[in-house]
């Protein structure tokens, strides 16, 4: 497989990936927790997943196309609340998800040197693309650390628990060495 075809399938995985981690921090929470906010200077999980659909409708809506800041963005109401259920909320985080993967999923390597403009600046398909996959992992991490920290000792881990890297370690180092994504054992770990 040529490096911009592996290029293209890892960032699948990675994507895929950190949506189901933050579909399993969500869904440990119960509805009233998605709302919360430490303070007025904080993010509730709702105004966070909300930014996240938000950003992901401008940027892979006509992604080869069209400027991935759309007129119709309104980036300052991402951050108020108005989901009225988790069920709204998820709907929203789904419809985001999916306009990037119909983006991404037909891409070819070739067009991965083609430029595409966010706000009038202009970046090579493969600098969008990893835009995003440092935008995203970054509002997830704040995502889970706030489930997190909302369950307290009720959590559920997403990745290796606490005091488990031994036991970890020891699993993996036991098996023979192979290649593959490292999203192909964590998202199996949470299925």
């Known amino acids: 497989m040529e490096a911009d075809s592996q290029f293209l399938e890892s960032v699948k995985k ?3 990936y950190y949506k189901t981690l933050g579909e399993k921090a969500i869904d440990q929470l119960e509805d009233e927790q998605l709302f919360i906010a430490a303070n007025e200077d904080t993010n509730s999980i709702a105004q966070i997943v909300k930014h996240l659909s938000g950003n992901m409708l401008s940027r892979w809506t006509d992604f080869l196309t069209s400027d991935g800041e759309k007129e119709w963005r309104n980036r300052d109401d991402e951050f108020v609340d108005t989901y009225q259920s988790k ?5 929203s985080w789904n419809k985001g998800w999916d306009c990037l993967f119909q983006a991404i999923n037909p891409l ?26 440092a935008h995203y992992p970054y509002h997830i991490g ?19 628990p606490k005091n488990k890297s031994v036991d970890y370690n020891s699993e993996k180092f036991s098996k023979e060495k192979s290649i593959r994504n490292f999203t192909e054992h964590e998202l199996d770990k949470l299925k």
């Open 14 to 16: 990675q994507f895929l």
């Open 108 to 133: 070819k390597t070739e067009q991965l040197s083609d430029i595409i403009y966010i706000r009038n600046e202009g970046h090579s398909v493969v600098e969008a693309i990893n835009r995003q996959l």
């Open 87 to 91: 069920e709204e909320l998820l709907d």
């Open 142 to 160: 704040q995502l889970v650390f706030y489930a997190k920290m909302l369950k307290k000792t009720e959590w559920e881990s997403l990745s290796i």
